[in-house]
């Protein structure tokens, strides 16, 4: 798992994240993604919703991460369920949420979702010739 040194100095070689960085956003061993583009701001109880990040990852072939919605959300009752971002990504994430809390009401930028880096062995093939449904992903995309 890679520390916050760790992540500001791939930072500082265009890695991890290549837009829209915030140092304000850097946790002791990972980084908060923030919201982008939002399917409706105004979250009922019961609904499905989407988020983009605002940052565009920019992962190297030697990192994966994990993703994590922030607690301050969670208590409030809304979940997810994550994979892992493979190597080689590049792009805005699209998440999907469902809220089984009250009504909220979200914003662009505010802190929403915790991305934790991993440096594994360079695999065969990085997420572009694997499969790259996603690859250079913006906004909202739900193909």
Request: negative net charge.
């Amino acid at each position: 798992m890679l520390n916050d040194i760790e992540i500001k100095n791939y930072i500082k070689n265009h890695s991890l994240i290549s837009e829209n960085y915030d140092e304000g956003c850097l946790t002791p061993n990972g980084y908060d993604l923030r919201v982008g583009e939002i399917s409706d701001e105004n979250i009922n109880r019961n609904q499905l919703f989407f988020i983009s990040s605002l940052e565009k990852l920019n992962l190297p072939d030697n990192v994966v991460a994990s993703l994590y919605i922030k607690s301050k959300y969670s208590r409030r009752g809304i979940f997810s369920s994550f994979g892992f971002v493979d190597a080689g990504f590049k792009g805005n994430l699209t998440m999907a949420f469902y809220n089984f809390g009250d009504n909220i009401a979200l914003e662009n930028g505010c802190k929403f979702v915790q991305i934790v880096f991993y440096e594994i062995n360079m695999p065969e093939k990085n997420y572009e010739k694997r499969s790259g449904h996603y690859h250079n992903s913006n906004g909202i995309n739900l193909e």
